[in-house]
């Protein structure tokens, strides 16, 4: 079984965390040996974060007060983006969707907050490289994604799956082509029982190009 994250106070109220299978594991292990158990989910309302970070006196952010940060809280969202321009290259959206623009979406390496929008976190920003790692334990389940996947153009039907690290650090478009690993194409199946049912059919590729929407074959390991 996975083992996941657990978070804890002693009574000098230092947060830690260990891992455990279950979340009865967890609390068993808080009460043995008389600490103080925590959920993160119940501190992300900001009421109980702002107080949180009062009664801790928290100077950096921990997975009870780090915000719940999308690509629209960030300074370059939009036309600035540093990742997509919105018009060659898309975010991926939900076929019962129509396009957000990003709002909703993990950020990436280049994230600058739109303050005031978290004014009552200013005092605890101190660049990415401090948040990210707590972001990822509170919102992530722990564990950056492996891939982000993106469309081209309008065509929503098709994906095409880029490793997380190259939106992230960037370097997911390089000379024109998206550097993505696979195509994703939603097609028809069968029909059953009268309604209409549909399949992924994934190929590996190379790349894409962003213009023409050819795929570039995979390289193979030297």
């Not at 891992?19 to 158990?37: D, H, P």
């Not at 065509?155 to 650090?169: C, E, G, I």
Request: aromatic content about 16%; hydrophobic content about 30%; glycine content about 8%.
């Amino acid at each position: 079984m996975q083992m996941r994250k657990f978070w804890f106070s002693d009574k000098d109220k230092n947060l830690f965390s260990r891992e455990f299978e279950s979340f009865n594991e967890a609390e068993n292990y808080a009460e043995e040996n008389g600490f103080q158990y925590y959920c993160p989910s119940i501190y992300r309302c900001r009421k109980l974060a702002q107080k949180r970070m009062e009664e801790y006196g928290d100077t950096k952010y921990t997975v009870f007060t780090v915000p719940h940060l999308y690509c629209g809280d960030c300074k370059y969202n939009g036309r600035n983006c540093k990742r997509v321009d919105h018009d060659g290259v898309k975010f991926h959206k939900s076929p019962f969707q129509s396009y957000h623009g990003g709002e909703h979406h993990i950020p990436c390496r280049d994230f600058e907050p739109r303050f005031p929008h978290y004014a009552m976190y200013r005092d605890l920003w101190q660049g990415f490289n401090d948040c990210w790692p707590v972001y990822v334990d509170a919102w992530l389940g722990c564990r950056e994604p492996k891939e982000l996947t993106f469309h081209l153009g309008d065509d929503f039907d098709t994906d095409y799956a880029v490793p997380f690290n190259l939106f992230f650090y960037g370097g997911m478009i390089q000379d024109g082509v998206l550097m993505a690993t696979e195509k994703r194409t939603t097609v028809r199946d069968r029909v059953d029982l009268g309604v209409q049912l549909y399949k992924i059919k994934r190929t590996p590729i190379g790349g894409v190009v962003i213009k023409t929407g050819e795929c570039l074959p995979v390289k193979e390991p030297t």
